[in-house]
């Protein structure tokens, strides 16, 4: 429910409460009817059986044998059924865990992207993938899988419930009512952290310490993927130093600027957000090809990612957000008396609506060279070739084969 409630119909808090209360109660009188009913009939353990098949056989001991038996392997099978559709939440949540991840920079920025089908790119894979080793490492042993499963499920009880704790502290100058729910939450802390404790010293042998290593691999991994970013996130803050003044030379546009003449050269730049990559592109051309070109030419495809795909507010807001920075470009351009023009869209497919604006780009301005810029690290490695998904090399191949020209104008990043 935590990881759902974005695609929740408004409003969302509310319904997710709702939502919340059915779960719960459900759930509840399903576990007490199954105790009362393992206190009638007298269940203990059989360790070739479940405790619901060996309900089930004892319910149905004194009926038909046919009947009895019938009625056993269709319950059974039921339950199986529910197992099934309940494993599909990992195909559902997470993918949508790793596209939050993503979207914090906690991995690699790809995971946040949507394919052509709106679902989590490349999430249903991994998690498949994932899936298919760990069953490969521990030879599908339930016992091993369980214990695996029994601590990072209670890892994560623990770090909601303390989250949660930390949220009602920070919160207690505005939330009278904060020490209930900081009391509930802490209890919660409480309980869940020495089920976790308890249960890890107990089966450590017995696989709680691969759990650990495993565990702990993914969490230094994420960490390493967090300072790579931030590392980046700093440089680029130096290529954004010019924004300021860009934007104080956009506001010298003329009363009249200069119009966009079709048959002049013209530079088609990609843009995504007026900011230092994008307009150390634009300055860059001009610094290489001179007074070349006399038409700038905008081409920006907002994102549809899993940050901004949840109902129509989101989606408007991005549109509005691409058209606007495209027009800043457009008001930098003409400050500096270049013939300019915008051409926006979104989606989830960036480059194939790059690809359709460009197309029309081409068509109002045949005299045209397209230009994008990429960010050059000093030291490239693997790691940095996979976090970077260098979208600009394959809008590169992708206009050579359409016939159009492209450059990619080169912008260092000592990262």
Do not use: C
Request: aromatic share 10%.
């Amino acid at each position: 429910m935590s990881n759902g409630l974005p695609i929740l119909r408004e409003p969302r808090v509310r319904t997710g409460r709702r939502t919340m209360v059915y779960m719960g109660v459900s759930l509840a009188l399903t576990v007490a009817g199954l105790l009362v009913a393992y206190q009638l009939y007298d269940v203990h353990i059989n360790p070739d059986k479940t405790l619901n098949a060996v309900l089930v056989e004892q319910l149905t001991s004194g009926w038909n044998h046919l009947a009895g038996g019938t009625f056993t392997w269709v319950t059974l099978a039921s339950e199986a059924a529910l197992l099934i559709i309940a494993a599909q939440t990992g195909f559902l949540d997470g993918p949508r865990v790793l596209a939050n991840m993503a979207l914090d920079r906690w991995f690699p920025a790809q995971f946040a992207n949507l394919s052509e089908r709106l679902v989590t790119r490349n999430g249903v894979l991994l998690m498949g993938l994932s899936g298919f080793v760990m069953m490969l490492a521990t030879r599908g042993s339930v016992d091993l899988l369980v214990i695996f499963y029994s601590i990072n499920v209670f890892i994560t009880f623990s770090l909601s419930q303390a989250g949660m704790v930390r949220h009602w502290w920070q919160e207690r100058a505005g939330d009278p009512d904060w020490i209930r729910k900081l009391a509930i939450n802490g209890f919660g802390l409480v309980l869940t952290g020495s089920i976790l404790i308890s249960l890890t010293i107990v089966k450590f042998n017995e696989g709680g310490w691969a759990t650990l290593l495993v565990t702990g691999i993914f969490v230094v991994g994420a960490f390493g993927i967090k300072r790579h970013y931030n590392g980046v996130r700093l440089q680029l803050r130096r290529l954004d130093s010019i924004v300021e003044a860009a934007e104080a030379e956009a506001k010298l546009v003329p009363a009249v600027p200069p119009a966009a003449d079709p048959k002049a050269r013209t530079a088609v730049i990609l843009v995504n957000g007026f900011n230092g990559l994008g307009l150390h592109t634009i300055l860059n051309v001009p610094r290489m090809f001179g007074n070349t070109f006399r038409n700038f030419i905008f081409v920006q495809v907002g994102s549809v990612d899993a940050g901004n795909f949840k109902g129509a507010a989101e989606i408007d807001d991005l549109r509005a957000h691409t058209e606007n920075e495209a027009a800043r470009y457009v008001q930098f351009a003409q400050a500096r008396g270049y013939g300019s023009k915008a051409f926006t869209a979104i989606g989830y497919d960036v480059t194939s609506e790059v690809m359709k604006l460009a197309r029309e780009a081409s068509t109002e301005f045949p005299n045209q060279v397209f230009f994008a810029g990429q960010l050059l690290f000093t030291y490239e490695t693997n790691m940095t070739r996979w976090l970077h998904n260098h979208t600009v090399f394959t809008l590169q191949r992708r206009f050579f084969l359409s016939s159009m020209p492209f450059v990619v104008l080169p912008i260092r990043v000592d990262a």
